[in-house]
């Protein structure tokens, strides 16, 4: 039998307090990409009870995505957005999901992210990484975002890092490696930069240090 939303509630409050719980259930989080990183964010996110998650993402699942995408071999070929929210719904039910099945641009960022407290980073190309930052930082100072530099190969996990590069801008990766040089992405180091992420993500919405 499915839990009931006050008996999740009164589980994740016996575990995390009822302060950080209530903050955590009254925020916002949008993660804009839902491959690799942004599927497994979301899904982190999703269990420590954040309320609300903005899904974004214009691609449907493929069979190259399995091996490192929080997907399943029945989901392939569903949008990103809709099968993310799907395998949420069975995690954590009572998690709203607000879903764009778009590319995000420049033009529409600022629209996408607005009611977001946090944007999450989770692009796989540079220009979409910088083109997010860059704009959120520009339109919205007072918002935070988490991005992701630097997971492909077979390196030392504990070169992933987190780094905080201004008072909103937090860098998880180990800054070098790219998978546009040909390096392979392993699913448990692009998992562990993304576990890096929706930590930062719940250490900012804690009022923590993110460091």
């Known amino acids: 039998m499915i839990p009931t939303k006050e008996e999740v509630i009164k589980a994740l409050t016996k575990r995390h307090g009822k302060k950080l719980q209530e903050k955590l259930s009254s925020s916002t989080v949008a993660i804009c990409g839902l491959g690799g990183l942004g599927s497994t964010v979301a899904i982190a ?34 949008p990103k957005t809709e099968a993310t929210a799907n395998n949420l719904a069975e995690i954590a039910p009572y998690v709203h999901t607000e879903l764009h099945d778009v590319c995000v641009t420049a033009e529409n960022v600022a629209q996408l992210v607005k009611n977001a407290d946090v944007i999450c980073e989770a692009f796989d190309r540079a220009e979409a990484k910088a083109m997010l930052v860059n704009t959120v930082l520009e339109v919205f100072p007072e918002k935070y975002v988490v991005s992701a530099s630097g997971m492909a190969g077979m390196g030392s996990p504990n070169t992933i890092v987190t780094r905080k590069i201004t008072p909103h801008f937090y860098l998880c990766g180990d800054g070098t490696s790219n998978v546009e040089e040909g390096i392979c992405l392993i699913s448990s180091r692009v998992m562990l930069c993304a576990s890096h992420q929706a930590h930062t993500v719940v250490r900012i919405l804690a009022e923590e240090s993110a460091l």
């Open 45 to 78: 996110l999703a269990r420590a009870g954040v309320g609300r998650l903005i899904l974004i993402d214009y691609d449907r699942v493929d069979i190259t995505n399995l091996h490192r995408q929080q997907y399943k071999i029945t989901q392939i070929g569903m």
